[in-house]
């Protein structure tokens, strides 16, 4: 079976719709574009897609995503048909066995997917990079995040039982963002990651948590570093149970203090690396946590210490840097990972016309 | 107050397994006998459960079984919380006739090891999922995911994993009851 239901409803205005959506359990508490037949077929129709193509199985109800489906669900969010082909995107590169969608929809962690969007598509859909990327801002960015987060909802068979995240996050309504790539001193991020630069590009990050980091006192790059790496090293951070991706969003100004200090994007991330390494010593709750003892995750990780010190990552091309956000040497932000899930990429769909 | 009516799709499939290829699912292998089998307890971190590990492998060599292989997660699927190795998992279902996975202690460990109980279950090996009450709901919606609802799973009392060995041996007891349905010897 992969055609979806429709089901006819019999309603005394529109906000009784509402509550049918919300109280079937199909919306994420908000209201949501009622999916009409006829909006569908007309969403469908406009975005030029095939609507049997398909994405994959999405964890863990093991739901078929088409076309059709990430659509009504697309729809819902508020989507235009123009906005399908990142939504589609994203959830390719999700259901991707790296990025462990099984344990990110049903973990007790607040992870929420990121999507991180690259290349002129950017423009196109005018997805924020800038002063309200991640949240408050233009429309793209919202209706984006939140078709994506409703698909892995509802086709994933996620309800508020199944998801047992002890407090969940506010990003899990939407999380979505583009490159400041114009605003770079380096190469896109997903030029970075192999891809060529006029190519559409998610990137998609379980992330635990947002971090806000002022940063705007110093005159020595190296300093602003090391406050970069006492972030990192937050003992609360789930990572240090297991592999994951971190992501610093470098504001434009903040880069190119940076770069004009002669930091590449791969040095600042080997440099990252080596000071975020740790040692057993570091753990103030070693062999207490119920869970392993500090001196054992490398048995976790799967990987030999270096120096007798344990790496927070596997290797330094896994913390991300990217730019976004207003042009004021003041605020960065990163982003702790979901332990055990690591970033995937795909392409933008793109309609077979 | 007049009504309208208007036709609108679901966003989601009718069950949760309607992507699923049916056909993948598989009858309940039968209890094999204890005596003279080998049996795997598969582990995956936490503390708690190394020790009713080591509890079940002594009842279940107590009660004459050949060997009790104690598999680590990280074994199996190349990473705590990796898609299980199907390779792995064929060579061990070739060498245990039974096998008990857990813990199922936070949501993300739930749902992996329950699906390994649920992947030696479809090579014909016995398996139980083992989980604290707190996380039963998403190891049941796991197993009915993958059409195989009616997959044993031993259920623990909430912070079963911080008990201390002796609070455990009779837990032990109760998952080898539930699970191959070895009686108690105290």
């Known amino acids: 079976v992969t055609a979806l239901e429709t089901r006819e409803l019999e309603f005394a205005d529109e906000l009784a719709l509402q509550d049918w959506y919300r109280t079937s359990g199909f919306t994420d508490g908000l209201p949501v574009v009622v999916p009409t037949v006829e909006r569908v077929e007309g969403f469908i129709r406009d975005s030029g897609f095939d609507r049997d193509r398909r994405v994959g199985l999405v964890e863990p109800g093991l739901g078929l995503a088409t076309v059709e489906s990430v659509a009504v669900n697309a729809l819902m969010a508020g989507c235009r048909p123009q906005h399908l082909g990142v939504v589609l995107g994203a959830l390719e590169s999700m259901i991707k066995s790296r990025f462990n969608l099984r344990g990110v929809q049903t973990t007790t962690n607040p992870v929420a997917p990121l999507t991180i969007v690259n290349g002129p598509i950017r423009r196109d859909l005018c997805i924020d990079s800038g002063g309200h990327a991640l949240g408050g801002g233009p429309y793209s960015n919202g209706v984006i995040g939140r078709g994506i987060r409703l698909a892995l909802r509802n086709i994933g068979g996620v309800d508020v039982e199944v998801s047992q995240a002890t407090l969940a996050s506010a990003a899990r309504y939407t999380f979505c963002l583009a490159e400041a790539e114009e605003e770079s001193p380096w190469e896109p991020l997903h030029v ?19 971090v806000n980091v002022v940063a705007h006192m110093w005159s020595d790059p190296e300093d602003m570093i090391h406050q970069f790496v006492d972030t990192m090293r937050s003992v609360g951070a789930n990572v240090l149970c297991g592999q994951g991706t971190l992501v610093w969003v470098l ?103 | 107050m007049p009504t309208m009516t208007t036709t609108v799709y679901l966003p989601r499939l009718a069950a949760p397994t309607s992507g699923m290829d049916s056909a993948r699912a598989v009858p309940l292998p039968g209890i094999p006998p204890i005596a003279g089998n080998n049996f795997a307890v598969l582990t995956n971190g936490w503390q708690g459960w190394y020790v009713l590990a080591d509890h079940l492998a002594k009842r279940l060599k107590d009660a004459g079984a050949a060997d009790v292989l104690i598999v680590e997660r990280e074994r199996i699927s190349n990473g705590a919380m990796r898609p299980e190795n199907d390779e792995f998992l064929d060579g061990l279902a070739t060498k245990v006739a039974g096998a008990i996975a857990g813990l199922g202690n936070c949501g993300s460990c739930t749902s992996w090891s329950c699906s390994d109980s649920l992947q030696l279950e479809r090579r014909g090996v016995r398996s139980a999922h083992v989980v604290v009450e707190n996380f039963r709901f998403i190891a049941t919606a796991v197993a009915k995911a993958q059409n195989q609802g009616d997959h044993p799973i031993v259920v623990l009392p909430p912070r079963a994993n911080e008990l201390s060995s002796e609070e455990l041996a009779p837990l032990a007891d109760e998952i080898l009851l539930q699970a191959f349905n070895l009686e108690p010897t105290r």
């Not at chain 1, 390494?277 to 207490?288: E, I, M, R, S, Y």
């Not at chain 1, 054992?296 to 927070?312: A, F, L, Q």
Request: glycine share 8%; hydrophobic share 35%.
């Open chain 1, 251 to 353: 504001n434009p100004a903040h880069a190119r203090f940076l770069a004009g200090a002669g930091h590449t994007r791969q040095s600042l991330q080997q440099k990252l690396f080596e000071a975020t390494k740790f040692t057993p010593d570091d753990w103030p709750f070693a062999g207490t946590s119920g869970n392993r003892k500090v001196g054992e995750i490398e048995d976790v990780h799967g990987w030999s210490p270096d120096d007798g010190k344990i790496r927070i990552t596997e290797s330094a091309t896994d913390i991300y840097v990217l730019i976004a956000g207003r042009n004021h040497p003041i605020h960065s932000t990163y982003m702790t990972a979901m332990p055990y899930s690591e970033s995937t990429c795909a392409r933008v769909w793109e309609p077979r016309r």
């Open chain 1, 192 to 210: 970075s990651l192999g891809f060529e630069p006029d190519e559409n590009v998610v990137t998609t990050v379980g992330v635990e948590s947002v």
